[in-house]
Nanobody, 124 residues
């Protein structure tokens, strides 16, 4: 049974930082593409970042230059380090995993496995 469990969300002031974590179980972690998507109230789900293998990364437009995705294969964990946070980063952030395949790593259609989400709120 595949499980993705996110943590690390919370309330942060504009300009602050947060690191999200996602622990995956039930998958061959090193073989899987991993990604973060987010969804704000009333908005479509948005790609944030993905990582395939150890260092093949992609970032959404809003994340470039501010966010960093990484993985620790020994801990079956993927991270999203978020710096210079803005109020518009407020959203539920979801961790995703699946084997690389027909779709690009920035396409949510690739991912069958989703976490429950963690809320990030950026506000003063």
């Amino acid at each position: 049974q595949v499980q993705l469990v996110e943590s690390g969300g919370g309330l942060v002031q504009p300009g602050g930082s947060l690191t999200l974590s996602c622990v995956a179980t039930g998958i061959e972690f090193t073989l899987y593409a991993l990604a973060w998507f987010r969804q704000a109230p009333g908005k479509q789900r948005e790609f944030v970042a993905s990582i395939v293998g150890d260092d093949s990364t992609m970032y959404g437009v809003s994340a470039k230059g501010r966010f960093t995705i990484s993985r620790d294969n020994a801990k079956n964990t993927v991270y999203l380090r978020m710096n210079s946070l803005k109020p518009e980063d407020t959203a539920v952030y979801y961790c995703n995993a699946d084997r690389p395949g027909l779709y690009s790593a920035d396409d949510e259609k690739l991912y069958d496995y989703w976490g429950q989400g963690t809320q990030v709120t950026v506000s003063s």
